[in-house]
């Protein structure tokens, strides 16, 4: 089992929709990072969380450390926002990142 | 401020040769991460450098090496290339250590091996 998986693989929605996209793992972790992936390859740091709830425009992050489990909510989708969504986790003590397989989102007009 | 800026961006090597591959960080920013991604694996760490210090090492073979300079950039070393190293090769640069610090990604080395 990864350490890190992520839900749902591929995630096709209407413009407009809420979306959420959730990362669950199994290890002591210090932080987390919401990343996005466009076509292309470049990779943005969206969040980083260690408790809590952050917002940033349409998007926000939550993540709920006893139940080790971590969500990614868009509210009112663009087809701009269409891209890949990962989740890494910084293992505790580890000093390094494992990543989830991503979330593949597509926003239709 | 300037992003983070890795070079070159393709490049085609042939199998049992080395390559080099450059990453420049963001001014100020101490910490330089790197990261293999594949269609299979994804995303897998392969070293961070904090001061000129490799801080941790992900599961790849000795054949995947890397140094830290004192203004911060940092090269990564694949020798005796194998058809699977083919890969993007991304580095990300940040402020503290890249586990607890927001990181900034270049736009990465998409490398070939044939």
């Known amino acids: 089992k990864n350490e890190v998986e992520q839900s749902p693989q591929n995630l096709t929605a209407q413009e407009g929709e809420f979306i959420t996209i959730n990362c669950s793992y199994s290890?002591?972790?210090?932080?987390l990072h919401w990343l996005q992936q466009h076509p292309g390859g470049g990779i943005v740091s969206l969040f980083m969380l260690s408790s809590g709830k952050k917002k940033h425009g349409r998007l926000i992050a939550t993540i709920n450390i006893q139940e080790k489990h971590s969500s990614l909510h868009i509210t009112a989708s663009h087809p701009r926002d269409s891209a890949v969504y990962i989740c890494a986790v910084g293992i505790q003590g580890a000093q390094k990142l494992v990543f989830g397989q991503g979330t593949r989102l597509t926003i239709n007009p | 401020k300037a992003g983070v800026t890795q070079t070159p961006r393709y490049l085609i090597k042939t199998r049992g040769q080395q390559v080099t591959l450059s990453c420049s960080p963001i001014s100020g920013h101490r910490s330089v991460s790197w990261y293999q991604q594949t269609p299979g694996q994804g995303l897998q760490f392969l070293f961070e450098y904090f001061s000129e210090t490799q801080r941790n090492k992900g599961n790849f073979p000795g054949r995947f090496s890397g140094r830290q300079f004192s203004n911060s950039r940092s090269e990564m070393n694949v020798s005796t290339l194998e058809l699977g190293d083919s890969a993007l090769y991304l580095c990300?640069?940040?402020?503290?250590?890249?586990?607890?610090?927001?990181?900034?990604f270049g736009n990465g080395t998409r490398l070939t091996v044939t």
């Open positions: 990300a640069s940040s402020l503290g250590t890249g586990i607890n610090s927001p990181l900034h």
């Open positions: 290890v002591g972790i210090s932080a």
